[in-house]
């Protein structure tokens, strides 16, 4: 009787891995449905040009689970960003910034999709014929089957918009590299400049402190 169940424990053991892998390579990345942007704690609303910027963070759960990758696991920060413009013309996000500043004046710029993705997919080199995940290529003989479908996830959460039109919200997310940031979220902002108006004509800054309701304080 001891035999068999000894015997059968890898067994099981395999299976529930299995399990557990068929339920991850099903789920897909759904973008949270943004409310309007002055209806978030954090937030920075310019009223004479009747745009509102704001954040919400997601670095832990329930929020995180939205993600199939645990961006957490490699530091790092995802924050949801939406702008509401509210006035009757469009603004421009052609070259716009993003920009974290930490409570301890440091500042990181928000990363670009092959910098999260070289993170999240632990790549580090290439081979004389590497596979690709996107334009990345990976090592050879990678034994990270995921990557595909994390470059598919960063690909469609990146906040991506050119243009926010009138009386319209706009939403994605930004993603920060806080690996060796002590308490990255406390004191911390997000600014965002480079928005211009239909004249094109940038707006003044936007500082959204961030509160991080909701959400884990990353160590």
Not at 99 to 109: A, I, P, Q
Not at 206 to 212: R, W
């Given at each position: 009787m001891f035999s068999r169940r000894f015997l059968s424990a890898p067994a099981v053991a395999l299976a529930v891995l299995l399990c557990a892998f068929s339920l991850w390579a099903a789920k897909e990345f759904v973008m949270p449905r943004p409310e309007n942007a002055n209806a978030y704690p954090s937030k920075d609303a310019h009223?004479?040009?009747?745009?509102?910027?704001?954040?919400?963070?997601?670095?832990?759960?329930?929020k995180?689970?939205?993600?199939?990758?645990?961006?957490?696991?490699?530091?790092?920060?995802?924050?949801?960003?939406?702008?509401?413009n509210d006035g009757d013309q469009p603004i421009a996000l052609t070259s716009w910034r993003a920009?974290?500043?930490?409570?301890?004046?440091?500042?990181?710029?928000s990363l670009t999709n092959d910098d999260v993705f070289r993170r999240v997919a632990h790549i580090s080199g290439s081979s004389t014929s590497p596979q690709r995940a996107g334009p990345i290529p990976l090592p050879g003989n990678s034994k990270n089957k995921k990557?595909?479908?994390?470059?598919?996830?960063?690909?469609?959460?990146?906040?991506?918009?050119?243009?926010?039109?009138?009386?319209?919200t706009r939403a994605g997310f930004l993603f920060f590299d806080v690996q060796n940031v002590r308490q990255p979220l406390q004191g911390s902002h997000i600014y965002l400049t480079g928005i211009k108006d239909a004249s094109g004509t940038e707006l003044m800054y936007?500082?959204?402190?961030?509160?991080?309701s909701n959400a884990a304080t990353v160590q």
């Open positions: 009223t004479n040009e009747k745009v509102t910027a704001a954040i919400d963070v997601y670095n832990a759960p329930p995180s689970n939205v993600f199939i990758t645990p961006y957490a696991e490699d530091d790092i920060l995802p924050v949801f960003l939406v702008i509401t920009e974290l500043v930490t409570g301890g004046r440091g500042k990181l710029e990557a595909p479908k994390q470059w598919q996830e960063i690909q469609a959460a990146n906040f991506a918009a050119e243009a926010v039109e009138p009386h319209t936007f500082d959204i402190p961030v509160i991080a």
